[in-house]
C-alpha cells in the first residue's frame, strides 16, 4: 500500500532522469554558493556597499531570474522541448562564474550576477516542468523532494567549500576561481546525462503559452497556489541577512559561509521526507508547518543575539524551506494542465520574484534604520499573517489537473 512504503524504496522508483537533474543542480549550486556565501560580506567589506545596497542586488537578481523564467517557461511549452533551455541557461551561468574573481569594481559584479540570474531563470522553469514530465503523478512530491535535497547537498557542499578555501588562501578570489569547475562539470552532465521524454499526444497544442485564454486555462486552483507562494515570499527575504546577522553577533570572517552550510543541511535532509509525505498527507497542514518553522526562526534570530540563537534560527530557517519549497513546486506540476506546465513555472517564478525584490529591499532598509532584530521580526509579522491566510484559504491541496 502507498500508506506503508518507505522512502528507500520511493527512492528506487524516481526515474533516472530526475536524479541526473537533481545532480546538476547539485553541482552548479556547490559552484553558486562557494561565490554567494561570501558575495555579500565581500560587496560591504572590501567593496564598500551599504546594506540598503546589498539587499537591492540580491532582489533584483533574483527578481531578473524570475522574469526570465515566465518566458522561458513559456517558450518551453510552444516549442515542446525543455532540455534546450535548460542548457542554454546551465551555459550561462557557467561562463558567467570566471567575471566574479575578475570583476574589479560593484558594477561588474552587478552585471555578473545579473547574467548569472538570467541564466537561472531561463533553465528553471523548464527544469522543473520537465521533472514534472518525467515523475510520474503518482511521485511528483518525491520527486521534486529529491531533486531538491540534491540541490541542497550543494548549496552546503558549496559554502563549506569556501570556509576551507578562505582558511587556507584567505581570498576571495581564489575561492571564486575553484567555483568555476563545478559549474561546468554540471553543464557537461546536463549535455550527455539528461534524455527529454517524447511528449504526450495533445501536450503541445500550439497555441500562445502567454495570451490570456492560457491565463483563464491555468485555472484557479493554481492561482490560489501562485497567491499563497507569493505572499509566503513576502514572509522572508534573501539569505544573505542570515549572513549578516551571524556576522553581527561576532562570527568571524572566514567561518561566515557555515551559516549557509547550517541552513543547507536542514533543508537538505527535510526536503526529500517532506516531498515524500506531500504525496500521502494534508498539503495544507505541511504548508502550515512551514510557515510555523519560519515564525520560530525569526524569533530566535531577532531575540538570541548570540551564535547559539543564530544557529537554532538558521536550522528551523532551512526546515521551514525543506517543508514550503517542495511542496509548493508540486502544487503547480498538480494544478497546472500538462501543455501549460513551463508557462505556470514561468507566472509562479515571476511573481514570487517580485515579492522576494520588495521583501529584500524592505529587509535591508529595515536594517540600517532599526536593526536586525526589526528586521527579523518584521518577517515574523508578515509570516503570522501568511499563516492567517492559508487558514482562510480553501482549495489549496494540490488537485491534479486533467492533461
Known sequence: MAETTKPSSVLGQIPKGVWVLGFVSMLMDISSEMIHALLPVYLVTVLGASMVTVGLIEGIAEATASITKIFSGALSDWLGKRKLLAVIGYGLAAFT???????????????????????????????????????PAQLRGASFGLRQSLDTVGAFLGPLLAICLMWLTASFHAVFWVAVIPAFLALTLLLFAVHEPMRQPGARDGKNPL???????????????????????????????????????????????????????AYGLSAFPAGVLFDRTNRKGLLAAGLVL??????????????????????????????????????????????????????????TGVAMLVASVMAGALWDAYGPAATFLVGGAFAVLTLGVLVAMRGVTGRVAAD
Do not use: C
Not at 232 to 257: C, K, M, W, Y
Not at 328 to 336: E, G, K, N, S
Open 97 to 135: 562564474k570566471p567575471v566574479f574573481p575578475l570583476a574589479p569594481s560593484i558594477g561588474w559584479l552587478v552585471a555578473a550576477r545579473f547574467v548569472d540570474r538570467v541564466g537561472k531563470g531561463i533553465r528553471g522553469a523548464p527544469r522543473d516542468a520537465l521533472v514534472a514530465d518525467l515523475a
Open 211 to 265: 495570451s490570456l485564454a492560457a491565463i483563464k486555462r491555468l485555472g484557479a486552483a493554481y492561482w490560489l497556489v501562485v497567491l499563497v507562494g507569493v505572499v509566503l515570499t513576502l514572509a522572508r527575504f534573501s539569505e544573505a541577512f542570515l549572513i549578516f546577522r551571524a556576522q553581527d553577533v561576532g562570527l568571524s570572517l572566514t567561518f561566515v559561509p557555515v551559516v549557509l552550510v547550517l541552513m543547507n543541511v
Open 294 to 351: 519560519l515564525v520560530a526562526a525569526d524569533l530566535a534570530l531577532a531575540l538570541m543575539p548570540n551564535l547559539g540563537g543564530v544557529a537554532l534560527g538558521v536550522i528551523l530557517w532551512g526546515l521551514h524551506m525543506g517543508f514550503t519549497q517542495g511542496l509548493l513546486a508540486t502544487l503547480v506540476a498538480d494544478t497546472a494542465p500538462a501543455a501549460l506546465r513551463g508557462t505556470a513555472y514561468g507566472y509562479f517564478n515571476l511573481l
